[in-house]
C-alpha cells in the first residue's frame, strides 16, 4: 500500500515537473520574443538618428538660416541616443523616459521638416529627396514594430498570469513588461511632407 501511495506520488510529481518545463520554455520563448521585438523598435529608432546629421547638414546647404530648430534638433538626438535601455529589463519608468526622448526627437524632425518647406531649393535636391523618403520609411517601421512589439508583449504577459502558469512565472520571477504607449508626441507622427505637387 506505501509503495502504491509513493507510486502515484511520484507520478504526479513527474507529471507537474514535465508540465512545469514546459510552461517554463513557453515563458522564455515568449520574453525573448518581447526582447527581439524591443531590439528592432530600437534599430529603427537608431536608423532615424543616423539620418538627422544628413537631413541638417541638407536643409544648411539650401541657405536655410534655422539655427534654433538645428540646435533643437541635434540637441533632441543627443538626448534620445543618451536614454538607452536593455530589453531584458524593461519597466514602465525607463520605458517612458525611452519614449520620451524618441517622442522629442520625433517633434524636432518635423519641425526641421516644416522649415525645409520655407526653401524651394529643397525640393528639388534629390539628396535632401532621398533623405526625407528614408525618414518616411523608418518612421512607418516605428510604428509597425512598435505594434508588433505591443502584440507580443500582450501575449506574453497574459501567459505569466494566466492559473497556473502564473505560479511558475512567480516561481522564476517572469515579469509584466511594459507597453508601448500613445503620449502626445505618438499621437502626432512627424509629418514629413515632399512638397509634391497633386497631378
Given at each position: 500500500?506505501?509503495?502504491?501511495?509513493?507510486?502515484?506520488?511520484?507520478?504526479?510529481?513527474?507529471?507537474?515537473?514535465?508540465?512545469?518545463?514546459?510552461?517554463?520554455?513557453?515563458?522564455?520563448?515568449?520574453?525573448?520574443?518581447?526582447?527581439?521585438?524591443?531590439?528592432?523598435?530600437?534599430?529603427?529608432?537608431?536608423?532615424?538618428?543616423?539620418?538627422?546629421?544628413?537631413?541638417?547638414?541638407?536643409?544648411?546647404?539650401?541657405?536655410?538660416?534655422?539655427?534654433?530648430?538645428?540646435?533643437?534638433?541635434?540637441?533632441?538626438?543627443?538626448?534620445?541616443?543618451?536614454?538607452?535601455?536593455?530589453?531584458?529589463?524593461?519597466?514602465?519608468?525607463?520605458?517612458?523616459?525611452?519614449q520620451k526622448a524618441q517622442g522629442e526627437l520625433g517633434m524636432a524632425l518635423s519641425r526641421l521638416m516644416a522649415v525645409s518647406?520655407?526653401?524651394?531649393?529643397?525640393?528639388?535636391?534629390?539628396?535632401?529627396?532621398?533623405?526625407?523618403?528614408?525618414?518616411?520609411?523608418?518612421?512607418?517601421?516605428?510604428?509597425?514594430?512598435?505594434?508588433?512589439?505591443?502584440?507580443?508583449?500582450?501575449?506574453?504577459?497574459?501567459?505569466?498570469?494566466?492559473?497556473?502558469?502564473?505560479?511558475?512565472?512567480?516561481?522564476?520571477?517572469?515579469?509584466?513588461?511594459?507597453?508601448?504607449?500613445?503620449?502626445?508626441?505618438?499621437?502626432?507622427?512627424?509629418k514629413v511632407d515632399f512638397g509634391y505637387e497633386e497631378d
Amino acid at each position: 500500500m506505501k509503495t502504491k501511495f509513493l507510486s502515484i506520488i511520484f507520478a504526479v510529481a513527474t507529471v507537474f515537473s514535465l508540465s512545469s518545463c514546459g510552461t517554463y520554455n513557453e515563458m522564455v520563448t515568449q520574453e525573448e520574443n518581447v526582447n527581439a521585438k524591443f531590439s528592432e523598435i530600437d534599430n529603427q529608432y537608431q536608423r532615424r538618428s543616423d539620418l538627422v546629421p544628413n537631413l541638417v547638414e541638407a536643409v544648411k546647404a539650401a541657405g536655410a538660416r534655422e539655427s534654433k530648430t538645428f540646435t533643437q534638433v541635434i540637441e533632441a538626438r543627443a538626448k534620445a541616443t543618451q536614454v538607452t535601455i536593455d530589453a531584458s529589463n524593461l519597466t514602465e519608468e525607463n520605458l517612458a523616459a525611452y519614449q520620451k526622448a524618441q517622442g522629442e526627437l520625433g517633434m524636432a524632425l518635423s519641425r526641421l521638416m516644416a522649415v525645409s518647406e520655407s526653401y524651394p531649393d529643397l525640393k528639388t535636391n534629390q539628396n535632401f529627396l532621398n533623405l526625407q523618403d528614408e525618414l518616411t520609411g523608418t518612421e512607418n517601421r516605428i510604428l509597425v514594430t512598435r505594434t508588433e512589439y505591443n502584440s507580443a508583449a500582450q501575449e506574453y504577459n497574459t501567459n505569466i498570469r494566466l492559473f497556473p502558469k502564473n505560479l511558475i512565472a512567480m516561481i522564476f520571477s517572469f515579469k509584466a513588461k511594459p507597453y508601448f504607449q500613445a503620449d502626445e508626441e505618438a499621437k502626432h507622427a512627424p509629418k514629413v511632407d515632399f512638397g509634391y505637387e497633386e497631378d
